[in-house]
């Protein structure tokens, strides 16, 4: 009996953490392909498994923008051992998000981007310390400085966090120069939430 008390005090506890974490993950897939490439087709650049396009969950084919993106896409997917591991594939996931939920819906992925604009934080300043207001005009009134100029996006201040209506002008002028490619705005997307 002694030694079972031996044997359990000479390991770590299990994390409880790491094993629910491990539990949830799908297994994984055996790896199927040999190269990871690039090549180039009307509207963009596909990944290619030896020589096959890649294709989202759905089915649909990854077409994206840039040669430099789909090179880093194909070194996730080279960059797999013996088994795919989405977790270390961000590009690739990223991709799959916006051929699937962007490419289609531009203009509604873009609307939710200006009711983003209704609430930024560089609406809503502090009122105390000084350090902290002096830091926020100097990083965050350029920006609404430029938007006024450039845009004509009038946008109102508030010290504190209650809620200020922002001008519908204001918004719909911000809203006006948004890109209207579907990478440009889920990448917007992406840092907006």
């Known amino acids: 009996m002694r030694e079972l008390f031996e044997e ?24 199927f392909y040999k190269d990871a490439g690039v090549t180039d087709v009307e509207g963009g ?23 430099a993106l789909a090179g880093a896409v194909a070194a996730e997917w080279s960059a797999q051992g013996e088994t795919i591991d989405p977790v270390t594939m961000p590009l690739t996931r990223i991709a799959n998000s916006v051929v699937e939920g962007v490419v289609d819906r531009v203009e509604l992925v873009s609307d939710d981007l200006a009711k983003y604009l209704e609430s ?14 002096a830091r926020e005009a100097a990083h965050w009134d350029p920006v609404l400085f430029w938007a006024a100029e450039a845009l004509g996006a ?6 504190g966090v209650m809620h200020v209506k922002q001008p519908d002008e204001a918004v719909e002028a911000a809203r006006a120069v948004l890109p209207g490619d579907a990478w440009s705005v889920a990448a917007l997307h992406v840092v907006t939430t």
């Open 120 to 133: 930024d934080l560089l609406f809503y300043r502090a009122g105390h310390p000084e350090g902290l207001v």
């Open 45 to 67: 650049f596909v990944i290619t498994l030896d020589g096959k396009p890649i294709r989202t969950p759905s089915g649909r084919q990854v077409v994206v923008p840039s040669r």
């Open 154 to 159: 009038h946008f109102i201040l508030s010290e």
């Open 8 to 31: 359990a005090a000479g390991q770590t506890p299990p994390d409880p953490q790491g094993a629910i974490r491990q539990a949830a993950r799908p297994p994984q897939r055996k790896r």
